[in-house]
């Protein structure tokens, strides 16, 4: 995991990387809230958006943890928050399938079931990979697969006139501005690096996404489920 070595020392304890932590948190909560103001629709759309933001927003806690303690609990500790990160961060990316899928057939005949089996077959694959190797950029690079396959459907929508897949088209759009940072380490200083800027553009993206799933959710029916 690449850790920058800015810290505090918070009543005697030292705290790595407090402003990732500040921004991972940020994520987490909203994420969190997002679900649950979401999974109160009674809709099957609604309900797989509403797990893939909590997962996000658990992915975003864990990592929080991850940051802030480094190596001092040891390398188990680490590496069991790290693998926790990743493994919800690929789970998430399966949710955000099924929910493109969803929108995809809103109304009309259902998914190849086969096709949802290859994405449970693939993502179970991944875990595997990522138990074995921690390694965050297998997560970056499935996460823009599944993610341009998701903006693709909401852009299919919007033009068909669906309600709220422009938001969320936009908002993956933004985040994608976060996995070029990332991946570039475009930082302003150690201070506010290219982690923290990235989570704020994410968080900004989620804010636009939720928006789009909130508006679909009130206009379907409780029957979808």
Known sequence: MNFDYTYIILF??????????????????????????????????ATEWAYFFLLIGVSSTVGSVAHGTHHQLGNLFLNTAVFLMNATSLLSIYFCFKAANTT????????????????MLWVATLLVI????????????????????????????????????????????VSFISIVIHSLKL???????????????VLVSIVFMVKGVLLKSQNLKTSLR
């Open 12 to 45: 005697g304890a030292k705290i790595f990387e407090p402003v990732t932590i500040l921004t991972n948190g940020f994520i987490g909560a909203y994420c969190i809230y997002s679900f649950l103001k979401i999974n109160k629709y009674k809709n099957k759309l």
């Open 104 to 119: 995809l057939f809103l109304n009309k005949k259902q998914p190849n079931k086969y096709i949802t089996y290859f994405v």
């Open 130 to 173: 990522t138990f074995i190797n921690n390694n965050f950029l297998l997560i970056k690079i499935h996460a823009g697969i599944v993610l341009t396959y998701s903006l693709i459907i909401h852009l299919l929508t919007h033009a068909k006139k669906q309600q709220g897949s422009v938001w969320i088209a936009f908002g993956i759009l």
């Open 187 to 201: 930082s302003i200083s150690d201070w506010f690096n290219h982690k923290d800027i990235s989570h704020v553009i």
